[in-house]
């Protein structure tokens, strides 16, 4: 069976991997913990461990059981104490955490209650604290206030140098695929990557270095992004070698929806620039992979997990590379 490195955080990454597990596929999820908000900020403050909020995103979407499981550890407290706006599966990751001693033992004792399709594996077990430096020099202390900061985002990096395990380069070392995530671009998916060894160690493996791209611009991230920003972008975080295949939408997304998220959200399409996208990454897999589900665009995820699951072979069985 091929492995399947894939790096990320949040919503996107949790798509991915509901698709991708449906195939004959060794998965290893690495997962962003720098998440400073909400539910998730609270109990890193109180509790000085890491941020749980994707990971537990992550942990349904790799679950067998997910669709038992999906409500109960996403249910969110609504009270006037101390458990209001905090969610079942945070709590009971911060408490498998403590019985274990650390959040990656924590994650492992969760998987075999979820019964896990994968493995999940924290970029780091130290708390560190994201910091974007936006265009005109202001320096933004946290995820969340990240996201929030209406200014343009130069780079991002970590207040200290994070302390990688062996086990996470190990697999990276292992892999078939790496599979960049579509998510939040500068807040989920580059914080996977600020790290040498990490780097160092997909510079070395023979894996082939894909990239899923967002459906749609990030409101004070990605703000008229195409394609090709999106790639430029990890390609600036990433060493010697570069994003190689890159799957995008091709269909025009247009209509009421379309325009909701344009007004309410500030999100618009992402645009594939086909030239300039081939100019930064060789390979591009484009495919109708828009769906809408619950009065929200998604990936299709099936197809998604397909078009991946296609690059496990020495010659793609896909007819979608332009």
């Known amino acids: 069976m091929k492995k399947a490195v894939v790096f990320?955080?949040?919503?996107?990454?949790?798509?991915?991997?509901k698709g991708l597990k449906e195939y004959p596929v060794d998965i290893t999820a690495v997962v962003s913990v720098c998440d400073d908000g909400g539910s998730t900020g609270i109990l890193r403050d109180e509790?000085?461990?890491?941020?749980?909020?994707?990971?537990?995103?992550?942990?349904?979407?790799?679950?067998?059981?997910?669709?038992?499981?999906?409500?109960?550890?996403?249910?969110?407290?609504?009270s006037d104490g101390t458990l209001n706006k905090h969610t079942v599966g945070n709590i009971l990751l911060t408490a498998s955490a403590e019985i274990t001693g650390s959040m990656s033992r924590g994650i492992k004792t969760l998987s075999k209650v979820l019964n896990l399709n994968g493995r999940v594996i924290p970029f780091t077990e130290d708390v560190i604290t994201l910091i974007g430096e936006m265009e005109d020099g202001e320096i933004v202390r946290g995820e969340h206030f990240i996201t929030e900061c209406p200014k343009k985002i130069k780079k991002v990096y970590y207040d200290k140098k994070p302390t990688i395990s062996k086990e996470l380069i190990n697999e990276i070392?292992?892999?078939?695929?790496?599979?960049?995530?579509?998510?939040?671009?500068?807040?989920?998916?580059?914080?996977?990557?600020?790290?040498?060894?990490i780097t160092r160690a997909i510079d070395e493996?023979?894996?082939?270095?894909?990239?899923?791209?967002?459906?749609?611009?990030?409101?004070?991230?990605t703000d008229d992004y195409k394609v090709s920003d999106h790639i430029k972008v990890i390609n600036e975080y990433l060493n010697k070698r570069?994003?190689?295949?890159?799957?995008?939408?091709?269909?025009?997304?247009?209509?009421?929806?379309?325009?909701k998220y344009a007004t309410e959200e500030q999100k618009d399409p992402v645009i594939l620039d086909l030239e300039e996208t081939k100019k930064v990454c060789p390979n591009v897999i484009a495919d109708n992979l828009v769906i809408r589900e619950n009065g929200v665009y998604r990936h299709d995820y099936f197809k998604l997990g397909y078009l991946i699951f296609s690059l496990t072979f020495d010659k793609t069985f896909t007819d979608d590379i332009v």
């Open 173 to 197: 070392y292992d892999a078939d695929l790496i599979i960049f995530s579509m998510g939040s671009l500068f807040t989920s998916l580059v914080p996977t990557l600020l790290s040498s060894e």
């Open 47 to 78: 509790f000085n461990i890491l941020a749980v909020g994707d990971i537990r995103k992550v942990l349904i979407s790799l679950s067998k059981g997910e669709g038992d499981f999906e409500k109960l550890l996403n249910y969110r407290f609504t």
């Open 205 to 221: 493996s023979h894996a082939k270095l894909i990239y899923s791209c967002n459906l749609f611009t990030q409101p004070g991230e």
């Open 8 to 17: 990320g955080g949040g919503t996107g990454m949790s798509y991915l991997l």
């Open 242 to 259: 570069k994003v190689e295949y890159v799957i995008v939408n091709n269909r025009p997304i247009i209509g009421e929806l379309a325009n």
